[in-house]
């Protein structure tokens, strides 16, 4: 796993409860931290992990495409009928929502 340093600025009682929790638990600042990520991300929800994975997924996207334009503006590639574009569409949009549950 990745080591990172992080500065978090709180207020004083705020400390007070972390210093306490800590006492009580025998966990580090750091193990506390860690603790409460991972029951954030159970309970409630991270976006950024969603975000991230679907902003690899554009940029991926947009690789081909970019990839089939190139071709597409040498002459390269064949033109597509509007069933075969249909398709391809449908197709994608399966496996989405398979992935997804349908959303």
């Given at each position: 796993?990745a080591?990172?340093?992080m500065?978090?600025?709180?207020?004083?009682?705020?400390?007070?409860q972390?210093?306490r929790?800590?006492?009580?638990?025998?966990?580090?600042?750091?193990?506390?931290?860690?603790?409460?990520?991972?029951?954030?991300?159970?309970?409630?929800y991270?976006?950024w992990?969603?975000?991230?994975?679907?902003?690899?997924?554009?940029?991926?996207?947009r690789?081909?495409?970019?990839?089939q334009?190139?071709k597409?503006?040498k002459g390269?590639?064949?033109?597509m009928?509007m069933e075969?574009?249909?398709?391809?569409?449908?197709?994608v949009?399966?496996e989405?929502?398979?992935?997804t549950?349908?959303?």
């Amino acid at each position: 796993m990745a080591q990172v340093e992080m500065t978090v600025s709180m207020d004083s009682r705020r400390q007070e409860q972390i210093d306490r929790f800590c006492a009580i638990s025998g966990l580090s600042r750091k193990q506390a931290f860690n603790e409460m990520m991972d029951m954030w991300e159970r309970l409630v929800y991270i976006p950024w992990v969603e975000f991230l994975e679907k902003e690899e997924q554009r940029r991926k996207t947009r690789q081909v495409f970019k990839k089939q334009r190139e071709k597409a503006e040498k002459g390269e590639a064949p033109d597509m009928t509007m069933e075969e574009i249909d398709a391809i569409i449908a197709e994608v949009r399966t496996e989405r929502y398979a992935k997804t549950g349908g959303k």
